[in-house]
Structure formats: C-alpha cells, structure tokens
C-alpha cells in the first residue's frame, strides 16, 4: 500500500530557483494538504484543497502556489525560492471532513534546503 | 497567537510507567483533536482522537482525555514502551469547505527509558 509519495525526499537549491514538490496519493480521499515543519516546531498549514478542483490558502502561503491536479495529485511550487524556505515539506490527504475525524495521512516528506 | 500549545518540549519515564503528554487550545470552534506520533525521518502517523462533545477515548494502552471548559487534553500510554519513544503533536481540527484543517502543536519528544 503506497498511501501518500512525495518526490523529491531531498532537494537543495540556490536562491531565485523554482521547483516543484509533487505528492499523490491512492486511498481516493477528497481533501489533501501541504504543510511545512522547521525545526523544534510543528507543522504548519501552507495550502490545502479540499475536493478536486479547489485549493485554498493555509497559515503560511506567502512564497507559494499549488495545483490540484486531479483527484490523487496536488503539487507545491516554489516560484523564487529563498534561505527561509529550508525545511521538511509533507504532503497529507484525508476523506471529507463530514465523513470523521478527518485524520491526515502523510507522505515521507521532503527535506528542502535553499543555499 | 499559537492557537494549540505543548508546553512539555520533552519527557522521560520509564518501561512500564504512565506517560502524560498535555495540549492546551484557544479556539471553541475546533471539533476533533487528534494525536500523531512521528519517528525521526518520517511522516507523522495518526494514533487516536477525540470529538469535541465526548471527554474520553480509549484504544489499547491510549486513552485520550477532553477537558472543555479548561481547554485541555491529554494524552495517558499505558503501560510505556521504548517503541513509544517519539514525537508527539496534538493537533486540533475545524471544518472549513468540507476539508478538516488541523492546526498542531510543537510537539512533545517522549523517551521510554528500558
């Protein structure tokens, strides 16, 4: 059972470069999210889509955009990455908010380190 | 304003005794707290929750505590295991356009000592 992939696990970039983070997952949920942790911290909410079509902006989504791109995928962009985007970016999924608990579940994370 | 509080950053007990990991929240809309345990260089793994209008939950050696009026929870394992040893957040969920949007704590660091 694959659950949630993330690629890629690790990155470095330079300041000013783009990329994109991808994630999918095959448990055909509707909601899926994009969090970032640093260290000693939690994590913290960037973007999230709750269905197939729609995405909205979490606590932290200042520096980037997302696509869902279907049901299973929901990609994370960097346009411009900066020194302030290093840390470890985890992409997680549940089934509807109305249907339970809502408990998320997570890739492996991608550890980001922008030089 | 941190909106989901672990103030414990770390605790150590010992094979077989009782573990207490707290979380205090601020906002009265959440509707599901939910615990997740993660291992160094994984994701977070979901471990037990609790809704909003119940004050217990128990799976196993979990039991999961709601104190609404204080807003406080806490997590008892019983007995702990050195394989308990991790991370702990508390998170705390609303519903906002049918997704759950979970906000979580720093995080608890449990040590099980054998």
């Known amino acids: 059972n694959a659950g949630v992939t993330q690629t890629p696990k690790f990155q470095v970039l330079k300041t000013g470069q783009s990329m994109t983070l991808q994630c999918a997952q095959d448990?055909?949920?509707?909601?899926m999210y994009w969090y970032r942790q640093d260290p000693g911290m939690g994590l913290r909410l960037i973007y999230y889509s709750a269905s197939e079509g729609t995405t909205d902006k979490g606590e932290v989504p200042n520096g980037y955009n997302v696509s869902r791109l279907n049901k299973r995928e929901f990609s994370l962009r960097l346009e411009s990455a900066a020194p302030s985007q290093t840390s470890v970016y985890f992409c997680a999924s549940s089934e509807t908010a109305r249907r339970g608990t809502g408990e998320l579940f997570f890739g492996e994370g991608s550890r980001l380190t922008v030089l | 304003d941190q909106q989901v509080k672990q103030n414990s950053p770390s605790l150590s007990v010992q094979e077989g005794r009782i573990s207490i990991l707290n979380c205090d929240y601020t906002n009265s809309m959440f509707d599901y707290f939910l615990w997740y345990k993660k291992y160094p260089a994984e994701g977070p793994t979901f471990l037990i929750s609790i809704s909003s209008i119940k004050d217990k939950n128990e799976d196993g050696r979990f039991t999961v505590f709601l104190n609404k009026s204080a807003k406080h929870l806490s997590l008892h394992i019983v007995p702990s295991q050195p394989g308990d040893s991790a991370v702990y957040f508390c998170a705390a969920r609303v519903e906002l356009r049918n997704a759950g949007k979970s906000t979580f704590g720093d995080g608890t660091t449990l040590t099980v000592k054998p």
């Open positions: 448990m055909n949920h509707n909601s």
